[in-house]
C-alpha cells in the first residue's frame, strides 16, 4: 500500500441535508410543484405592475369574455379579470404565509415549553389545547372578525391563532423524545439554562418537522381566507375569494369570473401540498422517492 493512499483522508459521509435535498430534486411532482410555485409568485407580485389598472372601469367592456384583449375576460363593472386575479393573489399568498408564520412561531414556543418543563406544567398546558380543540374554530375566527372588525392584521392573528394546535401537539411530541438524548443531559450537567437549551438545541431539532407542517398549513390559511370572503368576511375588495364569490352570481352568463380564480387558487393550493408531501418524505430517512 502506498503512503499516499495511507494518509488519504476518508471521504465525509453527505450530511442529513444534503441527502434530503437530493430526494427532493429527483423527485419530479415536488420539481414541478416548486417550478409552479415560483411563476406563479412572480407573476402574482410582478404582473400587476404591467397592468396596473386593475380596478379601472369600462362599462363598454362589461362581461366581455377571454379574448386577446382581455385573456381571462372581464366582470360585470368591465374590470380586466387576468389583473384581479394576479392583484387579488398578493393578498392572498401574503395572509397564507404571514397566518403560517404567526401559528408556527407561537405553536412552536408553546410545543417546546410544554414538552420540555415539569410534567404537571405539560399536563395543564395540553388540556388547555384540547379544549380549544374541542371549539369550532372558524366560529373563533368569525367572532374575532366581527369583535375587532375586517382588518387585515386582525385576520392574520385570527388564522394563525387557530392553526397553531396542531404544531404544538406536534413539537412536544418531539421535545419528549429529544429531551432524553445525551447530548441534551450533557448540555444540563455543564449547567446550561434551560431555555439556552430550547433555543439552541431543541428549537433546531425540530425545524424540520416545523417547516414541512408549515407547507400543508399555508394552503390551509388561504382556503380559509377564501371561505371567509365567501360569507362576506373579506378584508379586501380583490382577493381570490373574494374573486370566487364574486363569479359564483355569473355562472350561467359569464363562466369565466368563477372558472379562472378557481383554478388559479385550486393550482396554488395543489402545488403547496404535494410540495409538502414531498418534503415530508425528503425529510425521512425510512422514504424512497421514485
Known sequence: MTSAALTA????????GSIAMDKLLRDKRAVVATLVLIALTLAVFI???????????????????????????????????????????????????????VSMVFGTFYGCVSGFF???????????????YSLPYMFLVIILI?????????????LGLVQWLTVA????????????????????????????????????????VVVVYATLTVPSVILQEAFLSFLGLNV???????LIADGKDYMDSAWWLLLFPGLTLTACLLCMNFL???LRDALDPTAKIN
Not at 415539569?118 to 380549544?132: F, G, P, S
Not at 379586501?236 to 373574494?242: F, L
Open 146 to 158: 366581527f369583535q375587532f372588525g375586517k382588518n387585515i392584521y386582525v385576520l392574520f392573528i385570527a
Open 236 to 242: 379586501s375588495n380583490c382577493t381570490w375569494g373574494v
Open 169 to 208: 401537539r406536534i413539537v412536544r411530541g418531539q421535545v419528549l423524545a429529544l429531551k432524553r438524548e445525551e447530548f441534551i443531559l450533557a448540555a444540563r450537567t455543564l449547567g446550561v439554562g434551560n431555555f439556552r437549551i430550547i433555543l439552541r438545541h431543541i428549537i433546531p431539532n425540530v425545524m424540520g
Open 47 to 101: 404582473g400587476p405592475s404591467f397592468l396596473p389598472h386593475y380596478e379601472k372601469q369600462m362599462l363598454e367592456t362589461q362581461l366581455a369574455p377571454p379574448s386577446l384583449a382581455h385573456l381571462m375576460g372581464t366582470d360585470h363593472l368591465g374590470r380586466d379579470v387576468l389583473a384581479r386575479v394576479l392583484k387579488g393573489g398578493q393578498l392572498s399568498l401574503a395572509i397564507g404565509l404571514l397566518g403560517t408564520l
Open 118 to 132: 415539569h410534567e404537571k406544567l405539560d399536563l395543564a398546558m395540553m388540556r388547555v389545547v384540547d379544549i380549544l
Open 276 to 278: 409538502g408531501d414531498s
Open 9 to 16: 483522508k476518508p471521504a465525509r459521509p453527505p450530511s442529513p
